[in-house]
């Protein structure tokens, strides 16, 4: 006959390990929506893991009326906490990422870990004792998972900030370029004075005039490096954009530079005629 401290302890479990398996099944569902789909694949195991934990824990209680007892006082947080702790996110479901569910996992079956492990530690029942370690193995089990996924999850986001932070040098660099060859292209101007060009290089964004550089009197081929470096730019841009979730700036301004790109292949396209190259 199961003890009634066994009986108490295995409720706690049983409440415990249905919290687990409606959180699990609740981050698969955010991950999805997020489009984490390998990350969602691992919150629906654990999910079937703690629906058969569920059941395991709950056929002894089948059928019995035995008054619950009192488990030996521990230092760790029964049920309720435990339970609590998925309910403790800082931020919303649409912001959380997949290492944030992966935290708030591992915080909960550590916290349950730690509840198993002392009831063992402290009861003088051996029944009890054998019990609670079994439950503690399946939360070390789920524990190693969990911590294992965060890990990857965390490696994951470090090299997309590194991606990112690449990306972002890359772009530096090429608009660089893009006002080196239009200070060039002014300052060639500066002596010729063709309206269209000042006309083309007012409308270029944040170019400072100021910043002269000689770039010869071959006001075509000055078009042509400029249109070069433009192009350069924008399909970067739009190669950093796709497949991510750009936001409409982003959008507005792959649109103004393909705007100036057109303006600038229409005055080149002028300058050909005019004065076509050797």
């Given at each position: 006959?199961t003890?009634?401290?066994?009986?108490?302890?295995l409720?706690?479990a049983?409440?415990?390990?249905?919290?687990a398996?409606?959180?699990y099944?609740?981050?698969?569902?955010?991950?999805d929506e997020h489009g984490?789909?390998?990350?969602?694949?691992v919150?629906?195991?654990?999910?079937?893991?703690?629906?058969?934990h569920?059941?395991?824990?709950?056929t002894?209680?089948?059928?019995?009326?035995?008054?619950?007892?009192g488990?030996?006082?521990?230092?760790?947080?029964p049920?309720?906490d435990?339970?609590?702790?998925?309910k403790?996110?800082?931020r919303g479901?649409?912001?959380?990422?997949?290492y944030d569910?992966?935290n708030?996992?591992?915080?909960?079956e550590e916290r349950a870990?730690?509840f198993f492990t002392?009831?063992?530690?402290k009861?003088?029942?051996?029944?009890?004792r054998?019990?609670a370690?079994?439950?503690a193995r399946?939360e070390?089990?789920?524990?190693?998972?969990?911590?294992?996924?965060?890990?990857r999850?965390?490696?994951r986001e470090?090299?997309i900030q590194?991606?990112?932070?690449?990306?972002?040098?890359?772009k530096?660099t090429?608009?660089?370029?893009v006002?080196?060859?239009a200070?060039?292209?002014?300052s060639?101007?500066?002596?010729q004075?063709?309206p269209?060009?000042?006309?083309?290089?007012?409308?270029?964004?944040n170019?400072?005039?100021?910043?002269?550089?000689s770039?010869g009197?071959n006001?075509?081929?000055?078009?042509r490096?400029?249109l070069a470096s433009i192009?350069h730019y924008?399909?970067?841009?739009?190669?950093?954009a796709?497949?991510?979730?750009s936001?409409?700036?982003l959008?507005n301004?792959?649109?103004?530079?393909?705007?100036?790109l057109?303006?600038l292949?229409?005055?080149?396209d002028?300058?050909?005629?005019?004065?076509?190259?050797?």
């Open positions: 006959m003890s009634p401290n066994v009986k108490t302890l409720r706690t049983a409440k415990i390990e249905h919290e398996a409606k959180q099944s609740h981050l698969a569902e955010i991950m984490n789909t390998d990350a969602a694949s919150f629906r195991l654990l999910a079937e893991e703690e629906v058969k569920i059941a395991s824990v709950s002894p209680l089948q059928d019995d009326e035995t008054a619950i007892t488990l030996p006082a521990t230092d760790h947080t049920e309720s435990i339970v609590g702790t998925w403790k996110s800082g479901a649409q912001l959380i990422t997949a569910a992966f708030l996992a591992v915080n909960a870990f730690a002392e009831v063992a530690a009861t003088d029942d051996p029944d009890l054998f019990i370690e079994q439950l399946e070390l089990h789920h524990l190693a998972i969990v911590r294992l996924e965060r890990r999850e965390r490696r470090l090299e590194g991606m990112q932070t690449n990306a972002t040098v890359q530096d090429d608009l660089r370029s006002h080196e060859s200070a060039k292209l002014w060639a101007n500066r002596l004075n063709h269209s060009i000042d006309h083309l290089l007012g409308a270029l964004e170019f400072e005039p100021s910043a002269i550089q770039g009197d006001i075509l081929q000055l078009l490096d400029h192009d924008c399909e970067n841009l739009i190669e950093n796709n497949g991510t979730d936001d409409k700036s959008s301004e792959i649109d103004r530079w393909l705007s100036y057109d303006q292949q229409n005055t080149l002028e300058f050909a005629k005019e004065m076509p190259s050797p």
